[in-house]
């Protein structure tokens, strides 16, 4: 099992920035990739950016320049710093830890992040 614990959410003005964590612990040596997925009201979830083996990163168009995914490997932490944020943004934000394959596939809890116009 894996736990992972998001941090960071909170309200922000359009233009604003936030950084996002997530916690994990457990058997991490099973994951492969990543990420960050967002869901807003009435909407189905998206994937925001993931980050894989030798730190291959991959962007929704909708963030690409905006958002940045990165990890600590020693604090077994990943984050996501948002710049320049935009009322569109405004979901609740998950981590996602995996393998390639699925087999293992764990959620956080999510993380509300609002963004004011």
């Known amino acids: 099992q894996v736990q992972l614990v998001e941090s960071g959410g909170g309200l922000v003005q359009a233009g604003g920035s936030l950084r996002l964590s997530c916690a994990m612990s457990?058997?991490?040596?099973?994951?492969?990739?990543m990420g960050w997925y967002r869901q807003a009201p009435g909407k189905q979830r998206e994937l925001v950016t993931s980050?894989?083996?030798?730190?291959?990163?991959n962007y929704a168009d909708s963030v690409k320049g905006r958002f940045t995914i990165s990890r600590d490997n020693d604090k077994n932490t990943l984050y996501l710093q948002m710049n320049s944020l935009k009322p569109e943004d405004t979901a609740v934000y998950y981590c996602n830890a995996r393998d390639y394959f699925y087999r293992y596939n764990y959620w956080g809890q999510g993380t509300q992040v609002t963004v004011s116009s």
């Open positions: 457990g058997s991490i040596n099973k994951i492969n990739v």
């Open positions: 980050i894989a083996s030798r730190d291959i990163t």
